[in-house]
Nanobody
Framework: QVQLVESGGGLVTPGGSLRLSCVVSGTAFNMNGMGWHRQIPGKQRELVASITAGGSTDYADSVSGRFTISRDNAKNTVYLQMDRLKPDDTAVYYC??????????????WGQGTQVTVSS
């Protein structure tokens, strides 16, 4: 019933930009928190950005100042704008949803993942 469909991944050179999108269906999008996680080879999966139902945002130190999470409730879509990309950003990125109006501590649904590769 609940689906998170991601798009926007790809190959980019260092210093470039990508914009990831995630369309949510099957639940009340505006009532829930959204996040972006990533799996970097050789490292633990990490939460890179999150946004509450009310629009408050939080970022991992590794991406702060370079990535921007946003949501468009009219389109049931969450975005991750990634600027000044580095090779260390290479990872599979996952869109995630957690129930509740505050910041999420348990992620209830995950997208399929989209590959982001930063390489020259």
């Amino acid at each position: 019933q609940v689906q998170l469909v991601e798009s926007g991944g790809g190959l980019v050179t260092p210093g470039g930009s990508l914009r990831l999108s995630c369309v949510v269906s099957g639940t009340a999008f505006n009532m829930n928190g959204m996040g972006w996680h990533r799996q970097i080879p050789g490292k633990q999966r990490e939460l890179v950005a999150s946004i509450t139902a009310g629009g408050s945002t939080d970022y991992a130190d590794s991406v702060s100042g370079r990535f921007t999470i946003s949501r468009d409730n009219a389109k049931n879509t969450v975005y991750l704008q990634m600027d000044r990309l580095k090779p260390d950003d290479t990872a599979v990125y996952y869109c995630t949803l957690g129930y509740g109006l505050g910041f999420v501590d348990r992620w209830n649904y995950w997208g399929q993942g989209t590959q982001v590769t930063v390489s020259s």
